[in-house]
């Protein structure tokens, strides 16, 4: 299941440096950017695929995008200078925290398993 992670997070490292070459790319001038962020969002979503197999899809999909855009905006503001306020670092805070409570509200296969079923009592007739 660790491997599952794994591939996630190098998901996550992979949109975040695909994203970032782009805007690296409009600032430079420089185009081969474009085609290092065109393969570096590919992989990105390969790696993603491969990672929902055991992982359950909106945990996957909330992480990738959450802890993505939470890194894009870190990293813009210290390598592009872009501007960070309250308003944005609270919508941070609040999305890391809808992230956390979509992964602890999701049940794994295992856990649902372990479940203990409701006796039902029925009239035999």
Known sequence: MMIYWILL???I??????TLSMKWSSVSDDN???IFMLL???LSYI???FSVKKIALGVAYAMWEGIGILFITLFS??????????LKIMGLTTLVVGI???KSGTATKKEKALKPVKDSQH???
């Open 9 to 11: 997070a190098l998901a």
């Open 13 to 18: 490292v992979a949109e975040i440096t695909g």
């Open 32 to 34: 081969i950017g474009y």
């Open 40 to 42: 570096m969002i590919t």
């Open 47 to 49: 790696l993603l695929s």
């Open 77 to 86: 503001v210290l390598l592009f200078d872009e501007s960070i306020s309250l």
């Open 100 to 102: 956390a409570l979509i």
């Open 123 to 125: 009239a035999v007739v």
